[in-house]
């Protein structure tokens, strides 16, 4: 039957195309890695005339070339996701929109494992060729001869699958990107100004500034590298992640930015106990170091709660290599973090060597402590997030940062003074300004209070459904709980009201059962871009339809804290100490089965736990997560 619809296909083409092109021609090599893994390399020959669509085409075309790999007699398992070589994008004239496409050539692989003495494996392959007038449907059988395997070469494999087989070079290179993506990160960008501060104390002349900014930075480099290999070596590389959403690690520096916010305000100042204060005075390029060392280490520290995913990723991904690789990706992300802190820390020094600064200084001081003090509940919430506990819901949260920036607001007016503010008669233009944006910026903030989205801050508040009123104004906790009763058992109701699953077991039981797919959304509670990707992109008509309609969607919190039952706690493979809370168990989940802890993680599985397509992470593009999710579901519906 196959043949007879290849040879419909081939009279297809031939029809489409009117004679000029021939039809795509297969030829699979096998290569062997070992006496148990392969790879399944599928080349196809294109005319010169049409092109080849790549597995992924947007929207619901069905385009993609799709495989499916014959394991009705068991023996083998497939490793990861059939790869595909680079391609290119045109503009189809055919399909009306952006595809990858290949011409001439296309190589495809496959990684699989066998259990058993095998031949050959057979394969399927629908695929699609196209040219600017038409498109041609066809498909094609596929037998893998692993008797003809030949010896697998290592380069081969880096250069087919780079991101498998990374070099300490490109482990580099993609450590120092995330780096600089993580400066954009709410927990690392208001550092920015605390380092300003510091600094415009600490150095006295134009050199000194560049110095102690060059010293800064290597010091965060040296913290980076020492704290992530040393983690990574005693507790795991699961362990940065943890402490990004551990309890007591969000409450200390809440209570720390409270007091340092109290001391930029006026209250009091933070000094050296006299004893050491002393020795810093006799010895004072000492002294300037370890207050350096002391900043970065702050640095370092307090920006795990954003950064921490991002490093774990890159610490799981460079362990597995080995060696030094955990130090070559420490020291590539250290390197992008230090870089702009450094270069931005050098100016404090040339604006001490001007001959008057006059008393500006004590008023950027006290807007830093403005700014730290609404900082600070960012840490408490995350523990209240983590704990569950309804301390600081939404409506509270966003009141604070009303009250906080609205007497930021009046303080830039000169309505409110504060110890060791000079004389206001007048304020400049620049204060005026800054004191307008924030004055706008408190009035926005008050729609949040009846349930307002507030995109512009999407991360920062509890999300919208951990609130009050999580239906907005006129609704209550008991309304919800009604709403809930109607819910399948195990199931939640979660943002935008979708049906959601914290069980991995029982929310794949209920995919079964009404024959959907399952969208695995690994998040957590101090996650900050998974409450972006929750308030920025689900809430989009064509993907909330998806995310209501089409798909079993299963959070799994790894920072969950609920206590697992005696039978759950198991020994982890990763730590080798026994698992006690479900966060712990969703986070060793993850990283076994997909070789990576970020978070947000989003994986498209069937009901057997195989990816539908590719996994994606953060990703804020609307029209990327609705491609996504429309490619999974529709190669589910093709099974």
Same mark, same amino acid.
């Given at each position: 039957?196959?043949?007879?619809?290849? %040879?419909?296909?081939?009279?297809?083409?031939?029809?489409?195309?009117?004679?000029?092109?021939?039809?795509?021609?297969?030829?699979?090599?096998?290569?062997?890695?070992?006496?148990?893994?392969?790879?399944?390399?599928?080349?196809?020959?294109?005319?010169?005339?049409?092109?080849?669509?790549?597995?992924?085409?947007?929207?619901?075309?069905?385009a993609a070339t799709t495989f499916?790999?014959?394991?009705?007699?068991?023996?083998?398992?497939?490793?990861?996701?059939?790869?595909?070589?680079?391609?290119?994008?045109?503009e189809d004239p055919v399909l009306?929109?952006?595809?990858?496409?290949?011409?001439?050539?296309?190589?495809?692989?496959?990684?699989?494992?066998?259990?058993?003495?095998?031949?050959?494996?057979?394969?399927?392959?629908?695929?699609?060729?196209?040219?600017?007038t038409a498109l041609a449907v066809?498909?094609?059988?596929?037998?893998?001869?692993?008797?003809?395997?030949?010896?697998?070469?290592?380069?081969?494999?880096?250069?087919?699958?780079?991101?498998?087989?990374?070099?300490?070079?490109?482990?580099?290179?993609?450590?120092?990107?995330?780096?600089?993506?993580?400066?954009?990160?709410?927990?690392?960008?208001?550092?920015?100004?605390?380092?300003?501060?510091?600094?415009?104390?600490?150095?006295?002349?134009? +050199?000194?500034?560049?110095?102690?900014?060059?010293?800064?930075?290597?010091?965060?480099?040296?913290?980076?590298?020492?704290?992530?290999?040393?983690?990574?070596?005693?507790?795991?590389?699961?362990?940065?992640?943890?402490?990004?959403?551990?309890?007591?690690?969000?409450?200390?520096?809440?209570?720390?930015?409270?007091?340092?916010?109290?001391?930029?305000?006026?209250?009091?100042?933070?000094?050296?106990?006299?004893?050491?204060?002393?020795?810093?005075?006799?010895?004072?390029?000492?002294?300037?170091?370890?207050?350096?060392?002391?900043?970065?280490?702050?640095?370092?520290?307090?920006?795990?709660?954003?950064?921490?995913?991002?490093?774990?990723?890159?610490?799981?991904?460079?362990?597995?290599?080995?060696?030094?690789?955990?130090?070559?990706?420490?020291?590539?992300?250290?390197?992008?973090?230090?870089?702009?802190?450094?270069?931005?820390?050098?100016?404090?020094?040339?604006?001490?060597?001007?001959?008057?600064?006059?008393?500006?200084?004590?008023?950027?001081?006290?807007?830093?402590?403005?700014?730290?003090?609404?900082? +600070?509940?960012?840490?408490?919430?995350? +523990?209240?997030?983590?704990?569950?506990?309804?301390?600081?819901?939404?409506?509270?949260?966003? +009141?604070?940062?009303?009250?906080?920036?609205?007497? %930021?607001?009046?303080?830039?007016?000169?309505?409110?003074?504060?110890?060791?503010?000079?004389?206001?008669?007048?304020?400049?233009?620049?204060?005026?300004?800054?004191?307008?944006?924030?004055?706008?910026?408190?009035?926005?903030?008050?729609?949040?209070?009846?349930?307002?989205?507030?995109?512009?801050?999407?991360?920062?508040?509890?999300?919208?459904?951990?609130?009050?009123?999580?239906?907005?104004?006129?609704?209550?906790?008991?309304?919800?709980?009604?709403?809930?009763?109607?819910?399948?058992?195990?199931?939640?109701?979660?943002?935008?009201?979708?049906?959601?699953?914290?069980?991995?077991?029982?929310?794949?039981?209920?995919?079964?059962?009404?024959?959907?797919?399952?969208?695995?959304?690994?998040?957590?509670?101090?996650?900050?871009?998974?409450?972006?990707?929750?308030?920025?992109?689900?809430?989009?008509?064509?993907?909330?339809?998806?995310?209501?309609?089409?798909?079993?969607?299963?959070?799994?919190?790894?920072?969950?804290?609920?206590?697992?039952?005696?039978?759950?706690?198991?020994?982890?493979?990763?730590?080798?100490?026994?698992?006690?809370?479900?966060?712990?168990?969703?986070?060793?989940?993850?990283?076994?089965?997909?070789?990576?802890?970020?978070?947000?993680?989003?994986?498209?599985?069937?009901?057997?736990?195989?990816?539908?397509?590719?996994?994606?992470?953060?990703?804020?593009?609307?029209?990327?997560?609705?491609?996504?999710?429309?490619?999974?579901?529709?190669?589910?519906?093709?099974?």
């Amino acid at each position: 039957m196959k043949k007879v619809l290849y %040879l419909v296909a081939l009279l297809t083409m031939t029809l489409s195309f009117g004679q000029k092109a021939g039809p795509v021609v297969w030829k699979t090599v096998v290569q062997k890695i070992s006496d148990t893994e392969y790879i399944l390399a599928a080349e196809a020959t294109i005319p010169s005339d049409c092109h080849l669509y790549s597995q992924n085409v947007p929207g619901k075309s069905t385009a993609a070339t799709t495989f499916m790999f014959d394991d009705s007699e068991g023996g083998f398992s497939l490793l990861g996701n059939t790869t595909e070589n680079e391609g290119k994008i045109i503009e189809d004239p055919v399909l009306k929109i952006k595809a990858k496409v290949f011409e001439k050539k296309a190589v495809f692989k496959q990684k699989i494992m066998v259990s058993k003495k095998l031949n050959s494996i057979n394969a399927f392959v629908d695929f699609t060729a196209g040219n600017s007038t038409a498109l041609a449907v066809q498909d094609a059988e596929l037998v893998f001869d692993l008797n003809k395997a030949t010896q697998f070469q290592k380069e081969t494999a880096e250069g087919s699958n780079n991101k498998d087989q990374k070099g300490l070079l490109a482990i580099f290179i993609i450590s120092f990107l995330s780096g600089f993506a993580a400066l954009l990160t709410p927990c690392v960008f208001p550092m920015i100004p605390m380092t300003v501060s510091f600094f415009t104390k600490q150095s006295k002349t134009k +050199a000194a500034g560049i110095r102690n900014a060059v010293i800064y930075g290597i010091s965060i480099i040296i913290i980076y590298v020492l704290l992530g290999s040393l983690v990574t070596a005693v507790f795991g590389a699961d362990s940065l992640n943890a402490l990004s959403t551990n309890v007591w690690f969000n409450l200390i520096f809440f209570v720390l930015l409270v007091v340092f916010a109290i001391s930029f305000l006026g209250a009091f100042e933070i000094v050296l106990p006299g004893r050491l204060a002393n020795k810093v005075d006799s010895q004072a390029d000492r002294g300037g170091l370890i207050g350096i060392f002391f900043m970065a280490l702050a640095l370092a520290v307090v920006s795990f709660s954003c950064t921490g995913p991002i490093v774990g990723t890159l610490l799981v991904q460079a362990a597995s290599k080995g060696g030094i690789a955990p130090i070559a990706g420490m020291l590539g992300f250290s390197m992008a973090i230090a870089l702009p802190f450094s270069l931005f820390a050098a100016f404090p020094g040339w604006l001490n060597a001007l001959p008057k600064s006059g008393g500006w200084l004590n008023t950027v001081k006290v807007v830093l402590g403005f700014l730290e003090l609404a900082l +600070a509940f960012k840490f408490l919430s995350n +523990a209240d997030l983590v704990l569950q506990l309804h301390f600081l819901e939404r409506e509270v949260f966003v +009141a604070v940062w009303i009250a906080v920036f609205g007497a %930021l607001a009046f303080y830039l007016f000169g309505k409110i003074t504060l110890p060791h503010d000079a004389p206001l008669n007048h304020i400049s233009v620049g204060r005026l300004g800054l004191g307008l944006l924030v004055l706008t910026f408190t009035i926005y903030l008050i729609p949040g209070l009846l349930g307002a989205p507030l995109k512009l801050i999407s991360g920062f508040p509890p999300p919208v459904h951990y609130s009050e009123s999580p239906d907005g104004m006129g609704t209550s906790k008991s309304t919800v709980s009604t709403a809930e009763a109607t819910l399948p058992d195990g199931a939640e109701t979660g943002p935008h009201n979708i049906v959601t699953f914290h069980d991995y077991e029982t929310g794949m039981a209920y995919a079964k059962k009404q024959n959907k797919p399952v969208l695995l959304d690994f998040t957590g509670y101090a996650c900050v871009n998974c409450r972006k990707m929750e308030e920025k992109v689900w809430p989009d008509e064509s993907i909330l339809k998806h995310l209501k309609n089409d798909v079993v969607v299963i959070s799994l919190y790894v920072d969950d804290k609920r206590e697992l039952s005696e039978e759950e706690k198991i020994i982890s493979k990763i730590t080798g100490e026994k698992l006690e809370y479900a966060g712990q168990k969703w986070s060793e989940f993850q990283i076994l089965k997909y070789k990576t802890n970020a978070q947000p993680y989003y994986v498209l599985i069937d009901h057997d736990g195989k990816a539908l397509n590719t996994p994606t992470a953060y990703n804020s593009d609307i029209d990327f997560y609705n491609d996504w999710l429309e490619q999974g579901i529709k190669n589910f519906k093709s099974l």
